[in-house]
């Protein structure tokens, strides 16, 4: 084993630290924290741990996996505004935003901490350091990130109160029985699937509110102009899974007897965000339709 020692003055996670010292992404870090790789003053210790005063890190290079000491570099960021207070950006598709229990890849906040080390401390969870809302990792589109804790607070607000407007464009499969319609679904996450579902309040569905107005008509698919009020975990998705139409490409929300078309991701882009900054100012930010969405667009068959 080798041993490394540091003088730590302020707490810093275990996973940060030695990812810094092997110069390997922080989610491989925790994977071989994980596998015991890793000992903290010879106990295991977990990639959350607060290392402080002299510690003494101990790790053997030769025994992690390769896959491990790969160097993920993160994704540059595709930037739509950026002033003192926040950073939009239009993320793309296969990209998750934060870490969870079980992610071992790199994220869209690793992006955004090469790109600005200093937002690092904005927020209240290091894993979603900026982030005051979020995407899901298979979609793609517009999103805001706080570059200080005033405007964390003045953003997060903002989503809380839903004083924001979303707006997606999202092709489903099948043809939408109405042109216009509001979804007032409550859902939540279901004990048997692994993804959200209707269900009324009276057993644990939260409110969840979507609108959609269908803007062309495939032979077998839909085109939608999609706007939610509540932002629930995959509500779009779930509430089109509850009508019987799902997203296209989505292979979570799939349905018997329909198979998923292989598009490599999901059919939903968040084009517009509109928002209040911290300065005042109500700003609309707009990321046009990925090249990806464009040619299946162009593929399906529209009669």
């Given at each position: 084993?080798?041993?490394?020692?540091?003088?730590?003055?302020?707490?810093?996670?275990?996973?940060?630290?030695?990812?810094?010292?092997?110069?390997?992404?922080?989610?491989?870090?925790?994977?071989?924290?994980?596998?015991?790789?890793?000992?903290?003053?010879?106990?295991?210790?977990?990639?959350?741990?607060?290392?402080?005063?002299?510690?003494?890190?101990?790790?053997?290079?030769?025994?992690?996996?390769?896959?491990?000491?790969?160097?993920?570099?993160?994704?540059?960021?595709d930037?739509?505004?950026?002033?003192?207070?926040?950073?939009?950006?239009?993320?793309?598709?296969?990209?998750?935003?934060?870490?969870?229990?079980?992610?071992?890849?790199?994220?869209?906040?690793?992006?955004?901490?090469?790109?600005?080390?200093?937002?690092?401390?904005?927020?209240?969870?290091?894993?979603?350091?900026?982030?005051?809302?979020?995407?899901?990792?298979?979609?793609?589109?517009?999103?805001?990130?706080?570059?200080?804790?005033?405007?964390?607070?003045?953003?997060?607000?903002?989503?809380?109160?839903?004083?924001?407007?979303?707006?997606?464009?999202?092709?489903v499969?099948?043809?939408?029985?109405?042109?216009?319609?509001?979804?007032?679904?409550?859902?939540?996450?279901?004990?048997?699937?692994?993804?959200?579902?209707?269900?009324?309040?009276?057993?644990?569905?939260?409110?969840?509110i979507?609108?959609?107005?269908?803007v062309?008509?495939?032979?077998?698919h839909?085109?939608?102009?999609?706007?939610?009020?509540?932002?629930?975990?995959?509500?779009?998705?779930?509430?089109?899974?509850?009508?019987?139409?799902?997203?296209?490409?989505d292979?979570?929300?799939?349905?018997?007897?329909?198979?998923?078309?292989?598009?490599?991701r999901?059919?939903?882009?968040?084009?517009?965000?509109t928002?209040?900054?911290?300065?005042?100012?109500?700003?609309?930010?707009?990321?046009?339709?990925?090249?990806?969405?464009?040619?299946?667009?162009?593929?399906?068959?529209?009669?």
């Amino acid at each position: 084993m080798k041993n490394l020692a540091y003088k730590i003055e302020t707490p810093e996670r275990l996973d940060q630290v030695v990812a810094k010292a092997l110069q390997i992404s922080r989610s491989k870090v925790q994977k071989a924290i994980k596998a015991k790789q890793i000992l903290v003053n010879g106990k295991v210790e977990t990639p959350h741990f607060k290392l402080q005063g002299t510690e003494i890190l101990a790790f053997d290079p030769t025994s992690f996996d390769d896959k491990v000491m790969s160097i993920d570099k993160p994704l540059p960021l595709d930037i739509i505004y950026e002033n003192d207070d926040v950073l939009v950006i239009n993320k793309p598709a296969n990209l998750l935003v934060h870490e969870t229990e079980s992610s071992t890849e790199t994220t869209l906040v690793d992006s955004i901490l090469a790109y600005n080390k200093k937002i690092a401390k904005v927020g209240n969870d290091p894993k979603r350091a900026g982030i005051v809302h979020r995407l899901d990792k298979d979609a793609s589109g517009v999103m805001i990130v706080a570059k200080n804790n005033n405007a964390f607070d003045h953003l997060k607000r903002q989503f809380m109160e839903r004083k924001t407007t979303k707006r997606y464009t999202v092709m489903v499969m099948g043809q939408m029985e109405k042109d216009h319609q509001t979804i007032m679904m409550p859902i939540s996450r279901s004990k048997t699937h692994g993804r959200m579902a209707a269900k009324p309040a009276s057993q644990g569905g939260k409110e969840a509110i979507t609108h959609y107005d269908v803007v062309e008509r495939f032979r077998h698919h839909s085109l939608l102009d999609v706007t939610i009020e509540t932002g629930r975990t995959h509500q779009i998705r779930a509430h089109m899974f509850a009508l019987a139409h799902p997203v296209v490409g989505d292979r979570l929300y799939r349905m018997k007897g329909i198979k998923p078309r292989p598009i490599g991701r999901i059919f939903l882009h968040a084009r517009e965000l509109t928002i209040t900054l911290p300065n005042g100012e109500e700003k609309i930010f707009t990321a046009p339709l990925p090249e990806d969405l464009q040619l299946v667009l162009a593929e399906i068959p529209k009669s």
